[in-house]
T-cell receptor, first 116, second 113 residues
Framework: AQSVTQLGSHVSVSEGALVLLRCNYS??????LFWYVQYPNQGLQLLLK??????LVKGINGFEAEFKKSETSFHLTKPSAHMSDAAEYFC??????????????FGKGITLSVRP | NAGVMQNPRHLVRRRGQEARLRCSPM?????VYWYRQLPEEGLKFMVY????????ESGMPKERFSAEFPKEGPSILRIQQVVRGDSAAYFC???????????FGQGTRLTVV
């Protein structure tokens, strides 16, 4: 069984400040890991994904995440927050051994607010 | 190239009625996944379908819920005799095959009154 933990439900940063959204996972096999963003009343958009290649993954909109097996973490970062980054962010994991890479287990999500 | 289309975007049903949610996958995609998002929760996997087949329904409630993906037409998630606890956002995602990335639709927000 797999699970994802996203501690806290809300993060607030100032515009231009570092964004750090934490994600820890539990998986009995080497997982695939994903970060999605959801704007109000919208669907989910993929920010980036880790699929066992480079451990530092770069995504869209300046976001990146680092897979750390020893810490079972996949934290999302962005050096400088922009007002348009305000949204809800979900970390997700899949079990590639099932062959169904898009059957995802999601965390509860974190709402990011950006202060002017 | 249209994305994953879900309709309706908003659906209101009275307790005891049936709800039908539709999902048209992206062109060339034959795999569909349904997820449910309850308030203040992340998305929960419900069912994974391929054309005319249910591959994995481990997340589907045992009663009142069913899903299909016919050879022609959209995938349908059907909820019979809805209850207030069924109020949620239901998202559909589609992928080309088992191993490629899935793309999400904008969701159907079901409200049971």
């Amino acid at each position: 069984a797999q699970s994802v933990t996203q501690l806290g439900s809300h993060v607030s940063v100032s515009e231009g400040a570092l964004v750090l959204l934490r994600c820890n996972y539990s998986s009995s096999v080497p997982p695939y890991l994903f970060w999605y963003v959801q704007y109000p009343n919208q669907g989910l958009q993929l920010l980036l994904k880790y699929t066992s290649a480079a451990t530092l993954v770069k995504g869209i909109n300046g976001f990146e995440a680092e897979f750390k097996k020893s810490e079972t973490s996949f934290h999302l970062t962005k050096p400088s927050a922009h007002m348009s980054d305000a949204a809800e962010y979900f970390c997700a994991v899949s079990d590639p051994t099932t062959g169904a890479n898009s059957k995802l287990t999601f965390g509860k999500g974190i709402t990011l607010s950006v202060r002017p | 190239n249209a994305g994953v289309m879900q309709n309706p975007r908003h659906l209101v049903r009275r307790r005891g009625q049936e709800a039908r949610l539709r999902c048209s996958p992206m062109k060339g995609h034959s795999h569909v996944y349904w997820y449910r998002q309850l308030p203040e929760e992340g998305l929960k996997f419900m069912v994974y379908l391929q054309k005319e087949n249910i591959i994995d329904e481990s997340g589907m409630p045992k009663e009142r819920f069913s899903a299909e993906f016919p050879k022609e037409g959209p995938s349908i998630l059907r909820i019979q005799q809805v209850v207030r606890g069924d109020s949620a956002a239901y998202f559909c995602a589609s992928s080309r095959d088992r191993s490629t990335e899935a793309f999400f639709g904008q969701g159907t927000r079901l409200t049971v009154v």
